[in-house]
């Protein structure tokens, strides 16, 4: 159980463009999901928080206008890297929750900027 | 803001040796979890704790939640080929809070 699915796996494209990441919830309501980004060798870095209807609470110094979250149901939340450039290359992670539960993650998308 | 203190960062074992590493923090936490990521995917979770000085088991991994509520330890027995990854912890401040901190995490390299 508490499946987290994540799409694309990987993505390649050019600068300037936008890129849409999803992340669904496979077999149970993710009240929560979370958007993470990880550089090489580092660890999970958080860059928002998302409730179902609600809008994204976002981290110091990730800006809001660039990273476009949508949780639009219980088991969909996107994220929407706008004009996106080479310095935003990386790996990006969702997971969701459920009240009183741990957060399970998705298997992350590896995006490259060109 | 919380920082967690991870150790070791990086491990060099033999197979079949037992490994140990841990979690300190300055802040105390109602929740521990611990993590294994592999190359290029998502952390999956190992063991949640939820009470200070409770001990779990999942197959050969062993986690503890420190009395005090700032540390956590993951022992692994009998390493096999596959526990190779990297282990992270992560302190969640309660229920109703949202929001994990995590440590930098252990890579673990197991030879043969």
């Known amino acids: 159980g508490a499946v987290v699915s994540q799409h694309p796996s990987r993505v390649i494209c050019k600068s300037g463009t936008s890129v849409k990441i999803e992340c669904r919830s496979l077999d149970f309501q993710a009240t929560t999901m979370f958007w993470y980004r990880q550089f090489p060798k580092q660890s999970l870095m958080l860059m928002a928080t998302s409730n179902e209807g609600s809008k994204a609470t976002y981290e110091q110094g990730v800006e809001k206008d660039k990273f476009l979250i949508n949780h639009a149901s219980l088991t969909l939340s996107t994220l929407t890297v706008t004009s996106a450039h080479p310095e935003d290359s990386s790996f990006y992670i969702c997971s969701g929750r459920t009240s009183n539960q741990p957060q399970h993650f998705g298997d992350g998308t590896r995006l490259s900027i060109l | ?112």
């Open chain 2, 1 to 112: 803001g919380q920082q967690l203190n991870q150790s070791p960062q990086s491990m060099f074992i033999q197979e079949g040796e037992d490994v140990s590493m841990n979690c300190t923090s300055s802040s105390i936490f109602n929740t521990w979890l611990w993590y294994k990521q592999d190359p290029g995917e998502g952390p999956v979770l190992l063991i949640a704790l939820y009470k200070a000085g409770e001990l779990t088991s999942n197959g050969r991994l062993t986690a503890q939640f420190g009395i005090t509520r700032k540390d956590s330890f993951l022992n692994i027995s009998a390493s096999i080929p596959s526990d190779v990854g990297i282990y992270f912890c992560a302190g969640q401040l309660g229920q109703g809070a949202q929001k994990l901190v995590f440590g930098q995490g252990t890579r673990l390299t197991i030879n043969p």
